[in-house]
């Protein structure tokens, strides 16, 4: 299959390159950032074109990948509605957005979904190998996921479909599963660093726990996975948390914890953690955050 990128950053430059090493024929990267573009094209054989943006009348490949920031598609896809010559099908790859983004393109015959790899892409020539064994939510047209999923297995990846109307939910879940844990591991930082660490030794200490944990999650349920203080439904040492939290964090570290530490009750209580401690817990947490309010 041939294939064009619209918008080559980090992950619609790793995406050209592991679908080129996959065997699919890159024709043409469009972009406003030659210099980077250049780079890319130059990693990938055959050379694809290099295109801009007011060029799109010139593709001519099966598959159109949009992997632009969220803002710019909708104005792409007016434009191919514009300027194409044939009906590729066409994905772009947004993890908030769903195909419905597309409607204009789909109402001229093409068949559009969205293709968004559920991994961290920080480097496109070290992200095209993230891709492998990586989970990728496709949703869309019949014959779009189709053929999504027939790209994620020669990626070596993994496929999972979701409703349309999920498409946000999904991406709030991968925001708050890598985003949000990053500033979770930033607030632990923040309060070992007030132990005398500085912030580089304080990750480099979390760190192997961090891991360990994720170890454990994957053979185990998160209620199984939960250790410490909420695991055991130790009011005292919580207390004592609380305690030392007030006197030394800030307010929005001291919130996280709160937060946490509710949801963190309801795990423990599956796993049949005392009851009554947990209560106690529960309404002492419910008592400090009204304090913010």
Do not use: W
Not at 10 to 27: D, M
Not at 61 to 84: G, M, P, R
Not at 196 to 216: C, F, M, R, W, Y
Not at 236 to 247: G, I, N, Q, S, Y
Request: proline share 2%; hydrophobic share 40%.
């Amino acid at each position: 299959m041939t294939i064009s990128v619209i918008g080559i950053g980090r992950l619609g430059g790793a995406l050209a390159l592991a679908l080129a090493e996959a065997g699919y024929e890159i024709e043409n990267l469009i972009t406003t950032h030659i210099e980077n573009t250049e780079k890319i094209a130059a990693l990938i054989n055959p050379r694809p074109k290099i295109l801009s943006p007011t060029e799109l009348g010139k593709i001519s490949s099966e598959i159109i990948f949009i992997a632009t920031q969220d803002f710019k598609i909708a104005e792409i896809a007016e434009n191919l509605v514009k300027n194409l010559q044939h009906k590729p099908k066409v994905f772009h790859t947004s993890g908030a957005l769903s195909s419905e983004i597309l409607e204009n393109l789909r109402a001229i015959g093409c068949q559009v979904g969205s293709f968004h790899p559920l991994v961290s892409i920080s480097d496109s020539r070290l992200g095209k190998e993230r891709f492998r064994n990586a989970f990728f939510c496709v949703e869309g047209d019949a014959k779009a996921v189709e053929t999504a999923k027939n790209i994620v297995e020669d990626l070596g990846g993994k496929s999972f479909s979701i409703k349309t109307k999920y498409k946000t939910l999904y991406h709030a879940s991968a925001v708050t599963a890598c985003g949000h844990l990053v500033a979770l591991i930033d607030a632990a930082i923040e309060m070992l660093s007030k132990c005398g660490l500085d912030e580089d030794e304080a990750k480099n200490v979390l760190l192997p726990l961090i891991e360990s944990t994720i170890e454990n999650l994957k053979t185990q349920t998160t209620s199984e996975a939960l250790t410490g203080t909420f695991a055991r439904a130790d009011f005292e040492t919580f207390e004592k948390h609380l305690e030392t939290l007030r006197e030394n964090v800030s307010d929005e570290a001291l919130r996280i914890y709160l937060d946490l530490g509710e949801r963190s009750t309801h795990l423990a209580e599956r796993e049949g953690a005392n009851r009554e401690n947990l209560e106690k817990i529960r309404e002492t947490i419910l008592l400090a955050k009204k304090k913010f309010k």
